[in-house]
């Protein structure tokens, strides 16, 4: 999809994180300038920062062609200047995931920065371990919330039919996913089996999934935060999901032979072949 479309969160449900924007683009007839997504109101209603204390502004992609050979992700961190192409689905969800996850955003964009200070300072030719998994998760990136041991096995069991149809009542209470990749979230606006997430999966307790959609958000966005700063190191720290296995994350997996199609729902073996 190349148009702009202000009722893109009726696509999939896939969008529902960003559901308290919906009013803001209901009535938006055309693609929404820098300018209005700096008016955008962050989910914390707070300011948002880079973790070098520099506050995000979303600027169009033509002025910051004099910071010559600076990379994007360094600018953003020194700066807090995101640039955003004009009309362009991959960078509207990008400042949409900044507006509902800023903590870790920031806190990615300095795994980024400080990724790329090493490089440079050993004149390495390819990006190290680190640096690809966050440019994995930031494109891709998935977070899987449980309070069930079993959901959580199954999952890094890559035991898909068992998880999303024989225990499909259990996740539907028990597990939630949250879209971080822009990446994915492009993707969604024409979803297509093949969509596979890197996810990040992390064990809550029941009464997480008694809270409203913001404080779950901001849950997520504090124990995220803390991952990618603690524990991320390469790209084997990130789970493979098919995410249309999800229940209602498609129309046709109401049905259990959704779930036989070999060629998405992979097991462990194929994963690691492709």
Known sequence: MHSWDPNFMDLSPI????????????????????????KLCPMSNQQIYTRSGKSILFIPQVIVKHYHGQPYESRIFLTGQVQTRANNWHDF????????????????NQLHYQAQLSELAIKAENRCKLRDAATLFDESGVIIISSHELLIRLIKGFEWKELFWRQRTTVLSSMRFFVFGHGIYEKALNP??????KAIIFKVKEDFFLQDLFNQLHSVDLMLEQFLLCRLSSSADLTPIPLLGYPKWDANNCHESYYENKEYFRDRRQFKCT
């Open 15 to 38: 969008f529902e994180p960003f559901a308290y924007l919906r009013k803001d683009f209901s009535n938006m007839q055309y693609w929404p300038e820098p300018n209005e997504l700096n």
């Open 93 to 108: 969800f990008n400042a949409l995931v900044w507006k509902i996850l800023p903590r870790a955003k920031s806190a990615l």
């Open 192 to 197: 297509f089996i093949g969509m596979t997430g």
